[in-house]
């Protein structure tokens, strides 16, 4: 009843699922048992929950303190080494944090040499001012670069703002909901958060 061809088909299949099956196609165990997308060595304890995140948080705050110190092109007024209001505020506050005191401030170089070397003397003269006895002022290029004009515009049109503004980038924070935005029972109560 079996011919030859039929029974070479399921002998092939036969083998196939076999295979597929000792390979780890179809089971998580892997080849012969090691399973080589494994982030964990067999034997070893893994990192507890929340720790890729952690790393990744304790980066990026990292990385957000180094930015306090830099001074970008928008800090000076024009192409002079003036500093702009802004920056000296935050040289301030960054001066009474001790901030300054422990991390270098980057200028963002400008392309000319002498403008650079004139904002470096100008910046370390005023940290001087502020109380910090040897201020660290290199030119270099910023890890964190700034935003383009437009961009800058519509992000920081959106600080200081209360959370249900729609200014800014374009998209509510949140919407109000609840007693917080409604004024309710007729217009007796003010609007608010309670």
């Known amino acids: 009843m079996f011919n030859k061809t039929k029974i070479i088909k399921l002998t092939a299949c036969g083998l196939t699922m076999a295979s597929m099956t000792t390979l780890g196609c179809a089971s998580r165990g892997g080849i012969l048992g090691v399973d080589c997308c494994a982030d964990v060595p067999a034997g070893a304890i893994p990192e507890p929950a929340g720790a890729k995140v952690c790393n990744w948080q304790t980066a990026q705050v990292a990385g957000a303190a180094a930015d306090q110190t830099v001074l970008y092109q928008a800090d000076f007024v024009g192409t002079s080494a003036k500093l702009s209001p802004g ?23 400008s392309g000319n040499a002498s403008l ?61 909901s609840g007693l917080g935005g409604q004024s309710g029972f007729g217009g007796n109560l003010s609007g608010g958060n309670f």
Request: net charge positive; glycine share 10%.
């Open 116 to 176: 650079d070397a004139e904002r470096v003397d100008v910046v370390a003269m005023r940290l001087t001012s502020f109380g910090i006895p040897a201020p660290m002022v290199e030119v270099a290029t910023p890890a964190a670069l700034g935003l383009r004009g437009p961009q800058a515009e519509r992000v920081a049109s959106g600080f200081g703002n209360i959370r249900n503004s729609m200014t800014g980038t374009g998209a509510p924070v949140s919407s109000p």
């Open 87 to 109: 920056a000296i505020k935050r040289m301030a506050r960054n001066a009474n944090s001790g901030l300054a005191a422990m991390q270098p401030a980057f200028i963002e170089p």
